[in-house]
């Protein structure tokens, strides 16, 4: 699927070309928002493909969030770390170039064509709903996963595993996305404003019908201090996007790639289309997804 051709709106006035636009009839057959934590589906499989369209906008808008919590546990040359849903490896090069050339970094991922194996780097191809995170235990100084846990069935395992493959002393570095409710702080007109936030929200809605848990994050600062890390930290960051960024290119492409959802949740192609040129529009602003920063350390 791609964005159609249609032109987006100029007149943000009450002119007539937006009092047209405002006249749009709506859908007969609303959009089904479903309950976050309603589970109406088995599919437990990664909802979004590893490309550049998806994984670009997300290493944009998350890279710094996750480079901070790396400065903040204080990663040394020489040391070992592991990145858990690797994607297209920016966090592995960052990673690389802590750890240094007699450091190690493995990255793991279920798809590994955009990662790149060097003297440094090692690259493991594993579906982790079915096949264990490669390591010895208590051989790993940093462990990182970000938007990885909330998908797998066995999270609660993965993350055990993470745990186990940690030396003492050893640093979690976790992120999640995390639920809350869309919010348009400006679009060029109420039909629009109202189509974001109802794409949006279908977004995560059909994301939480296929077995993404969107309240991890919120979750695991309880589940590490359950477990004894010490230096349990969560930040919940959340920022405006504007039209044209990145962040907006996520929502535009999460949308594109969960379209056949979305149109069997009663929106029509020409609105998703609309909804792809809305996110290219300077004009529009919008909350961006809500994501959750955890660091924990491992008793010495």
């Known amino acids: 699927a791609k964005v ?22 709506a859908p007969t057959l609303r959009p089904i928002l479903r309950r976050r934590d309603a589970v109406t589906s088995t599919d437990t499989s990664y909802q979004f493909r590893n490309n550049h369209s998806q994984l670009g906008p997300l290493q944009a808008v998350l890279d710094p969030i996750t480079r901070r919590e790396l400065a903040a546990v204080g990663v040394k040359p020489g040391q070992r770390a592991l990145d858990v849903g690797a994607g297209a490896g920016s966090i592995v090069a960052h990673l690389a170039g802590l750890v240094g050339p007699h450091g190690k970094v493995t990255a793991v991922d279920a798809d590994t064509r955009l990662l790149h194996p060097t003297a440094v780097i090692d690259v493991y191809q594993r579906d982790l709903r079915r096949e264990p995170i490669p390591g010895e235990p208590r051989s790993i100084d ?18 055990r595993q993470m745990i186990d493959l940690l030396r ?27 189509l974001i936030t109802d794409v949006i929200e279908n977004i995560l809605a059909i994301l939480a019908g296929r077995a993404v848990n969107l309240s991890w994050g919120d979750e695991e600062p309880n589940v590490l201090l359950a477990a004894g890390l010490n230096h349990v930290h969560t930040r919940w960051h959340s920022e405006t996007w504007t039209g044209g960024g990145p962040g907006c290119a996520l929502y535009a492409d999460n949308a594109i790639q969960l379209r056949d959802h979305l149109i069997h949740h009663g929106f029509t192609p020409q609105q998703l289309d609309r909804f792809g040129e809305l996110m290219t529009d300077p004009y529009t602003v919008v909350r961006s997804y809500q994501f959750a920063s955890t660091r924990a350390q491992k008793p010495q």
């Open 142 to 159: 940093l462990a990182t996963a970000r938007c990885v846990l909330e998908h797998l069935p066995n999270r609660r395992d993965v993350l």
């Open 168 to 194: 003492p002393g050893g640093w979690l570095v976790l992120g999640e996305i995390v639920h809350t409710p869309a919010l348009v702080h400006r679009a060029s007109n109420n039909t629009d404003s109202t």
């Open 4 to 25: 159609g051709p249609h032109p987006p709106a100029t007149c943000r006035n009450g002119s007539a070309a937006a009092t047209q636009l405002d006249r749009v009839p």
